[in-house]
């Protein structure tokens, strides 16, 4: 078996939540669950969205449909931020260039 595998019943009764909304998380491509041998597994890496999820879900009583537009608006920050670091890096050699033309 591989360690990084998380038996989905065991996670929910731990977490004491529903098996059920990890289903939906899944049916809302909002996660994986692999099945290994008839047995239903999650990865060790979705952890972290899935805790986040739950705590929405449960604590903040967002509904499967907000749950997704957040999803995506949080990819689309990080996607943003990504994108701003690579042009201040480009920025950062324009303006080296710049200067040394510059100096004289």
Not at 17 to 27: H, M, N, Q
Not at 48 to 66: A, C, K, P, Q, V
């Amino acid at each position: 078996m591989q360690a990084d595998l998380i038996i989905v019943n065991e996670y929910c009764r731990i977490c004491h939540i529903e098996p059920a909304f990890i289903f939906r998380l899944e049916e809302g491509g909002l996660i994986e669950i692999r099945i290994v041998e008839g047995e239903k597994f999650l990865k060790a890496s979705q952890l972290h969205d899935i805790e986040r999820y739950t705590r929405m879900y449960y604590d903040l009583s967002i509904n499967f449909e907000g749950i997704d537009a957040i999803h995506h608006l949080l990819n689309r920050v990080k996607s943003m931020q990504q994108e701003i670091g690579r042009l201040q890096k480009k920025l950062k050699v324009y303006e080296a260039d710049y200067f040394e033309e510059n100096e004289l």
